[in-house]
């Protein structure tokens, strides 16, 4: 494990990636995956082929130069709907934030977030950038499971959940977009580190895309960065 | 050829297909999955003449009862000490048999020991999620677990002309009750008296136990710093201190990342023992080294090079000659 700090910032998340980036370039024997968090790289690898010390040694050597980081891969515009039944926990977001319902989907579709890491379960990706006046706190107590591809928001992120779960966040949309598919390559359509927005749809809208999405056709817009 | 089937007529809950284990996905929120104890799984995969880290059925304390039809199939069972019975008549509890279509065998949880795999003398023919058959049971990546009327057919059968014979494999007589650690990534979380508590505690074993953690009862453990970190990765036999003070060691299932301190991790080669303890069960924990844990990890690959040792079990289940035991592919005998 690699800690780079204690807290959620795009500073010490430019060195998990950073880092992860340069263990992927130098692919060293041993190395059997890494796993980027917000302020940490954990790196798995096979003791009885690489010594801890020698890949120690290895990660210093690539430390110094992780300075600055390159700009994100890509930029992911993810289509969602906030309207009901989708945002169904759209109005009760609005009220707790004094703000319109308008409002919340407008600071939110106007955002760009940074995919941080993921966690939880399969393809929920971590979505740091969430303007200061959306910054609701999680729930006092779980809500009913959220359906699938729901997008929420809670404790200064936003994620798109790809398993229904129940869950402490609140549900203020859904997107057609599968973020992960078993069947499909990538199986994952974003990276740790890409730029992701969201783009309002209506109710007509989403009906269109999710069919197209069930066909099994890509509905999320991708433009690559670098 | 008629296919081969393994048909499923009871299974108790959290019996699954597992092989070596989910590789590559960590960082997209995809769980690990594989064996609880790798130990016991690789033997039985060796017993049967595959792969090490080929698919097998983890069967749990629910037990497992099932038959054959089609060709023959050769079996392999290894892992805790399970009651293995064909057609009511005992069997060791690791042991290599040759199933035919009129047989029904049984594992049932026996004295000691919490999983026990069966490997087959052949390939499950299962089409692989994200790289791997292993089932994981929160996302049903890899399919749900068995249960009674599942139908497994293998293919690429190999030696139909086996009798069955125990498998010695002394290495899997392990005492689960001191468990090696590593210290850290979080012992800094925890002030020095909470650190010699933990090594001081006898622990025991939760009911809220399964493949994704086992808790463990004790005196009640508070990070100096608090209970929350901002989430970083998780290993296998990770030991985190979640809120309620009860250390929960992370298993196959784990999440890959979590948000809770995690004072100590399990080392790779005492995961095994740990996991084949039952709820109520009681261990301790024993400071280790990165040199003790790479060394005892080297001394189980070892082990499991070697050929594995059959003791032909005679009588009415030897239906051939002795001489027929060397047959087995990748198998011998140890004398040979």
Known sequence: MVEFGATVDPVT???????????RALDIPGVLETVPTFRSLMIHYDPLVLDRRTLVAKIGSVQPRLQSRAKPRNLWTIPCCYERPFGEDLSEVAGIMNLSAEQVVGLHSGATFRAYMYGFAPGFCYLGGLPEKLAISRRPMPRAPHPQNAVLIAGGLSLIGTFSMPTGWWVIGRTPVRLFSPSRSPNFLIEVGDSVRFAPIDKNEFQFLEEKAVAGHSVAGCEKLR | MSA??????????GVTIQDGGRRGFLRFGVTESGPMDRLAHRTANRAAGVPWDSAAIEVSLGGIELAVEGAPLAVALAGGSFNVSLDGRRLPSAVVIRLSADHT????????????????????????????VSMHTRTSIGGRPLEAGSVLPV????????????????????SGENVRVILGPQDDYFNTEQIAAFFEATWVVSHQSDRMGYVLEGPKLSPAKGFNIVSDGTAFGSIQIPGAGRPIVLMADRPPTGGYP?????????????AQLRPGHE???????VEEAVSALRHEMRMLAQPVTLRPLGGSLSAGSLLRQNLVDGVTDGEC
Not at chain 2, 155 to 174: N, Q
């Open chain 1, 13 to 23: 998340h430019d060195h998990v990636i950073g880092l992860a980036e340069a263990l």
């Open chain 2, 4 to 13: 081969t089937r393994l048909r499923i007529l009871s299974a108790g809950p």
């Open chain 2, 105 to 132: 065998l049984s594992v049932r949880a026996g004295d000691s020991g919490a999983w026990c795999y069966l490997a087959v003398a052949g390939r499950f023919d299962r089409a692989a999620e994200l790289g791997s």
């Open chain 2, 155 to 174: 293919v690429e059968l190999k030696t139909p002309d086996l009798d069955a014979a125990e498998i010695v494999a002394p290495w899997l007589e392990r």
């Open chain 2, 262 to 274: 995690k004072i100590a991790t399990v080392i790779s080669a005492d995961i095994g023992r740990l």
């Open chain 2, 283 to 289: 261990l301790r924990f024993a400071a280790s080294s």
